[in-house]
């Protein structure tokens, strides 16, 4: 079935460093690719998605590209802020609008 | 106003009890969903509902049943309590046509079983 696997954390940076969370997943076609964001104490909230092979989604200066030939959707920001530290979640969507996540990777930006 | 609302935001019960979960929404989607996050943050689908229907049950026991009352409102029935049921339960909605690649999340409900 589909699945998606992503870095375990915690990923701990100092403020204004670089971050890249690694995603890769595996199912049947081209799904719709997404990264979520839950705040401490918070629901999930949609970050970005890519919808298409080669489609770079971004928001809030997060970028991801879709990569069919790596199967990969790997999340990255140039310069992380303290507001950033959050949990981050990648899915693609299966049939019948079904979410499938990765385990969730926590970051901790520290000032 | 609050796209997505769930009740109670924590729940602390005995093994054995029922409790339930209220989910309202006031975006217009058709479509809601129960998530389930356990301890290590790890999120997994329940169930789908789409105008009131169940369309998918991701092999949830059946001390789970949610009911759909109206479209705006999906509630979560827990029958019989266990430990393992502790959990963050999450609350989605997601609407038609090109919105439906986007899910909309409650804030969740910390579901404690001693």
């Known amino acids: 079935g589909d699945s998606v696997t992503q870095m375990e954390g915690p990923v701990t940076l100092s403020e204004e460093a670089f971050l890249t969370i690694n995603c890769t997943y595996t199912a049947t076609g081209y799904p719709s690719l997404f990264w979520y964001v839950q705040y401490p104490g918070e629901g999930l909230q949609l970050l970005l998605k890519?919808?298409?092979?080669?489609d770079k989604g971004s928001n809030k200066g997060f970028e991801a590209t879709y990569r069919k030939e790596t199967t990969s959707f790997h999340l990255e920001k140039g310069s992380v802020q303290v507001s950033d530290s959050a949990v981050y979640f990648c899915a693609l969507r299966r049939a019948g609008n079904m979410l499938t996540f990765g385990g969730g990777t926590r970051l901790m930006v520290k000032p | 106003d609050t796209a997505v609302s769930q009740t109670p935001k924590y729940l602390v019960t005995q093994m054995g009890n029922d409790k339930s979960i209220k989910c309202e929404q006031n975006?217009?989607?058709?479509?809601m969903y129960w998530y389930k996050q356990d301890s290590k943050k790890f999120l997994k689908i329940m169930f789908s509902?789409?105008?009131?229907?169940?369309?998918i049950n991701e092999t949830v026991p059946n001390r789970f049943s949610p009911k759909s009352p109206d479209k705006a409102h999906l509630n979560l029935h827990i029958n019989s309590l266990e430990l393992g049921d502790s959990a963050v339960y999450f609350c989605?909605?997601?609407?038609?046509?090109?919105?439906?690649?986007?899910?909309?999340f409650g804030p969740g409900t910390r579901l404690t079983v001693l």
């Open positions: 890519a919808t298409k092979a080669d």
């Open positions: 509902y789409n105008n009131k229907e169940l369309i």
């Open positions: 975006l217009g989607h058709d479509t």
């Open positions: 989605a909605t997601a609407g038609e046509g090109t919105l439906t690649d986007t899910q909309y």
